[in-house]
């Protein structure tokens, strides 16, 4: 059992910045993949980025690519997703989602079998 708590959502202007962070108890995440994942009102969760723990391996959305950044902290058991130039299309409840079974990165909800809560990240125009 993993447990996954993001932090750092907020409200930002179009062009900004912020950190999403994804703390990790219960167990380490070694050998896992962490992705993250967004929803926007009244849309499907969607991915974002994934990255394999014991890799520098990533895998990106089109729609995020050259302006997101996952990344991890192994002696944390946390993981990252840097997000810069921030567009109100990016305006989502964010999550972090874990894979412990497979070093395998992968876009399907149905892979991850743990989530956090998630996290709100606004973007103004």
């Known amino acids: 059992q993993v447990q996954l708590v993001e932090s750092g959502g907020g409200l930002v202007q179009a062009g900004g910045s912020l950190r999403l962070s994804c703390a990790a108890s219960?167990?380490?995440?070694?050998?896992?993949?962490i992705a993250w994942f967004r929803q926007a009102p009244g849309k499907e969760r969607e991915f974002v980025a994934a990255i394999n723990w014991n890799s520098p391996y990533t895998y990106y959305a089109d729609s995020v690519k050259g302006r997101f950044t996952i990344s991890r902290d192994i002696a944390k058991n946390t993981g990252y997703l840097q997000m810069d130039s921030l567009e109100p299309e990016d305006t989502a409840v964010y999550y972090c989602?874990?894979?412990?079974?497979?070093?395998?990165?992968?876009?399907?909800?149905?892979?991850?079998?743990?989530w956090g809560q998630g996290t709100q990240v606004t973007v103004s125009s």
């Open positions: 989602a874990a894979d412990l079974g497979t070093r395998r990165l992968g876009v399907r909800l149905s892979k991850y079998d743990y």
């Open positions: 219960g167990r380490t995440l070694s050998s896992a993949v």
